[in-house]
């Protein structure tokens, strides 16, 4: 059982290019999120789904997107990568509140993204 | 706007001693708070989930309480081992329909054998 797979771990950017982060989960799970983490820092909510078709804007949206086209999948965006988006990105995904409303969100392994 | 507090941001015990860890939050009007462990280099698991109408959850070693009126939690681990060694963080879920996460920045944990 895979979870919540993200790709690709690893990756090195020079600043202004673009690339997608790719989350999928094999649970299916209603929702689905992408956080980052920085040094020192908890997570942040990016931007997050209810649901296949929707998204919402999190707690640090700007300067990335996301879509949800899929509902095993959720990926995000940056059209013009800058420096300060270095940092550790994870996604989660947790059924929706029909299912449990006190369920705990499962989280990848992160995908750790330099920009030079 | 909701803030998570953990203190201390690291903590290094010997084997064997019973421990606290802490979380505060500012903003009382949460749906559940929930504890997960990051090893280096990894994803987030989770160890607890208290919902508000609970005091507190045991797993194991590892017992958590929630004092919502008072923004206060605690993740204590009993007869701490060399394998506890993890950066533990503690995250708080309004009452709203998505149910998004508000991390606290961690409190790194060094068992020492």
């Known amino acids: 059982n895979a979870g919540v797979t993200q790709t690709p771990k690893f990756r090195v950017l020079k600043t202004g290019q673009s690339m997608t982060l790719l989350c999928a989960q094999d649970?299916?799970?209603?929702?689905m999120y992408w956080y980052r983490q920085d040094p020192g820092m908890g997570l942040r909510l990016i931007h997050y789904?209810?649901?296949?078709?929707?998204?919402a804007k999190g707690e640090v949206p700007d300067g990335y997107n996301v879509s949800r086209l899929k509902k095993q999948n959720f990926l995000l965006g940056l059209e013009s990568a800058a420096p300060s988006q270095t940092s550790v990105y994870f996604c989660?995904?947790?059924?929706?509140?029909?299912?449990?409303?006190?369920?705990?969100?499962?989280f990848g392994d992160g995908t750790r993204l330099s920009i030079l | 706007k909701q803030e998570v507090t953990q203190i201390p941001a690291a903590l290094s015990v010997p084997e064997g001693e019973n421990l606290v860890l802490n979380c505060s939050f500012t903003?009382?009007?949460?749906?559940?708070l929930q504890w997960f462990r990051q090893d280096p280099g990894k994803g987030l698991t989770s160890l607890l989930l208290?919902?508000?109408?609970?005091r507190e959850q045991t797993s194991g070693r590892l017992n958590a309480s929630l004092d919502k009126s008072s923004g206060r939690s605690t993740l204590y681990i009993a007869a701490s081992q060399p394998g506890d060694s993890a950066t533990y963080l503690c995250?708080?879920?309004?009452?709203?329909?998505?149910?998004?996460?508000?991390f606290g920045s961690g409190t790194q944990l060094t068992v020492l054998p």
């Open positions: 989660a995904s947790r059924p929706n509140l029909m299912v449990g409303s006190n369920q705990p969100q499962h």
């Open positions: 649970m299916n799970h209603e929702y």
């Open positions: 789904s209810v649901g296949e078709g929707t998204t």
């Open positions: 903003d009382s009007a949460i749906y559940n």
């Open positions: 208290i919902q508000s109408s609970q």
């Open positions: 995250a708080v879920s309004p009452s709203g329909s998505a149910r998004q996460l508000t």
